[in-house]
T-cell receptor
Framework: AQTVTQSQPEMSVQEAETVTLSCTYD???????LFWYKQPPSRQMILVIR??????QNATENRFSVNFQKAAKSFSLKISDSQLGDAAMYFC????????????FGKGTLLTVNP | NAGVTQTPKFQVLKTGQSMTLQCAQD?????MSWYRQDPGMGLRLIHY???????DQGEVPNGYNVSRSTTEDFPLRLLSAAPSQTSVYFC????????????????FGPGTRLTVT
């Protein structure tokens, strides 16, 4: 079974500054994948970034990057130059390899961006 | 492409009533799934399907049925609605969750807000 823990129910950041959202996970799989999804007030789920566990290099997508610490089972999301449009609920998620098709989500972190 | 569509967007049921939440995708995705989202709980997997004719249970399957007769459609049936099923329901699809070392994005529908009184 997989578990995903987001220990920060809420975070806030000033516009143009950097914020890091935390995520830890637990899995018995050797082959697994990690995701960050964004849910703005519109309720639409949007993929922000993904990381294959076998890749040592941290994934980046424009202003979004991750700090993937495999031994510590940590997968934090860094948002640089925060914008008002980044305000949303952010979910960390994991899926195991092989025939495991169950995507497990954390409980989410609500990010507020202050102008 | 319309992507993933869900109907209805809102629904109010009385306890004991049954209904079907519809989900369709036009991307020829193999994998489809249903989640429920409750405050403070994140998204929890109800049922999923890896192809037509194949379904399996997720984390919270009780009270829900699914079937997958076509690649495009994956309806979720509430057999006898209970207030505990008040939630927002999301359908999602992808080519797979992972294959050949690649992780695939799930595409989510807009959600259905269900209230059971």
């Amino acid at each position: 079974a997989q578990t995903v823990t987001q220990s920060q129910p809420e975070m806030s950041v000033q516009e143009a500054e950097t914020v890091t959202l935390s995520c830890t996970y637990d899995t018995s799989e050797s082959d697994y994948y990690l995701f960050w999804y964004k849910q703005p007030p519109s309720r639409q789920m949007i993929l922000v970034i993904r990381q294959e566990a076998y890749k040592q290099q941290n994934a980046t997508e424009n202003r979004f990057s991750v700090n993937f610490q495999k031994a510590a089972k940590s997968f934090s999301l860094k948002i640089s130059d925060s914008q008002l449009g980044d305000a949303a609920m952010y979910f960390c998620a994991s899926v195991g390899g092989g025939s495991n098709y169950k995507l497990t989500f954390g409980k989410g972190t609500l990010l507020t961006v202050n102008p | 492409n319309a992507g993933v569509t869900q109907t209805p967007k809102f629904q109010v049921l009385k306890t004991g009533q049954s209904m079907t939440l519809q989900c369709a995708q036009d991307m020829n995705h193999e994998y489809m799934s249903w989640y429920r989202q409750d405050p403070g709980m994140g998204l929890r997997l109800i049922h999923y399907s890896v192809g037509a004719g194949i379904t399996d249970q997720g984390e919270v399957p009780n009270g829900y049925n699914v079937s997958r007769s076509t690649t495009e459609d994956f309806p979720l049936r509430l057999l006898s609605a209970a207030p505990s099923q008040t939630s927002v329901y999301f359908c999602a699809s992808s080519y797979s969750l992972m294959s050949a070392g690649a992780a695939y994005e799930q595409y989510f529908g807009p959600g259905t807000r269900l209230t059971v009184t």
